[in-house]
């Protein structure tokens, strides 16, 4: 497609479970990064992949957050276990390789813990 | 440590004046500012950006000024339209990484 998708755009799940969201980027785009936007604050980093390779993981809140990028292309997060606090909307972007490359996201995936 | 402030939650400016944004960050190594727009259900959409070696940047109705000495940058948008009523994010990063750090935002209120 044109744009950067993700889906589900809304999830609803019951704390405990488990969750993946998905993330197909911008075709070429080598840069793929997750960010997440908690109600009231700003865009959290969490993840960022080069190609199928996370040289930096260092923005995941905790080890039940877990990343993977396949073919270059298509990323899931999971999250295992869910917790309240994980209630975020969920943000994809793709870039062509860094630096100074502008980001281009998507419309994200709202995630509610309940 | 926050690194990237954006200190006005919110602003609300008069449909043709001018709105200005503003952005301040601590780390000195950062070399590249960037500027996004959110609307409501949908991710944050690209305006501007603008290089360390350079102090201001234009693009139609949006100019970015960059301070490198007061660490500061602002966004420009002359003249407001109610359709620029979003949340603005400005962002940065050193050329030497890739990874960008956002702003917390501004709700921008435009008022015809």
């Known amino acids: 497609g044109a744009g950067v998708s993700q889906s589900p755009s809304n999830k609803v799940t019951e704390k405990g479970k488990d969750v993946e969201l998905r993330c197909d980027p911008i075709?070429?785009?080598?840069?793929l990064y997750w960010y997440r936007q908690s109600l009231g604050q700003g865009l959290e980093f969490l993840i960022y992949?080069?190609?199928?390779?996370?040289?930096?993981k260092s923005g995941l809140p905790s080890d039940r957050f877990s990343a993977e990028r396949t073919g270059g292309s298509v990323s899931t997060l999971t999250i295992q276990r869910t917790q309240q606090e994980d209630s975020a909307v969920y943000l994809c972007?793709?870039?062509?390789?860094?630096?100074?490359?502008?980001?281009?996201f998507g419309s994200g995936t709202q995630l509610s813990v309940l | 440590d926050q690194q990237v402030k954006q200190n006005s939650p919110s602003l609300s400016v008069q449909e043709g004046r001018i709105s200005i944004l503003n952005c301040d960050y601590t780390?000195?190594?950062?070399?590249?500012f960037l500027w996004y727009k959110k609307y409501p259900a949908e991710g944050p959409t690209f305006l501007i950006s603008?290089?360390?070696?350079?102090d201001k940047n234009e693009d139609g109705r949006f100019t970015v000024f960059l301070n490198k000495s007061a660490k500061h940058l602002s966004l420009h948008i002359v003249p407001s339209q109610p359709g620029d009523s979003a949340v603005y994010f400005c962002?940065?990063?050193?050329?030497?990484?890739?990874?960008?750090?956002f702003g917390t935002g501004t709700r921008l209120k435009v008022l015809a």
């Open positions: 972007a793709s870039s062509l390789a860094p630096p100074n490359e502008k980001l281009f």
């Open positions: 075709s070429g785009h080598t840069a």
């Open positions: 992949f080069q190609g199928n390779s996370a040289p930096d």
């Open positions: 780390n000195s190594m950062f070399d590249y």
């Open positions: 603008i290089s360390s070696i350079k």
């Open positions: 962002a940065a990063s050193n050329s030497g990484t890739y990874k960008y750090i």
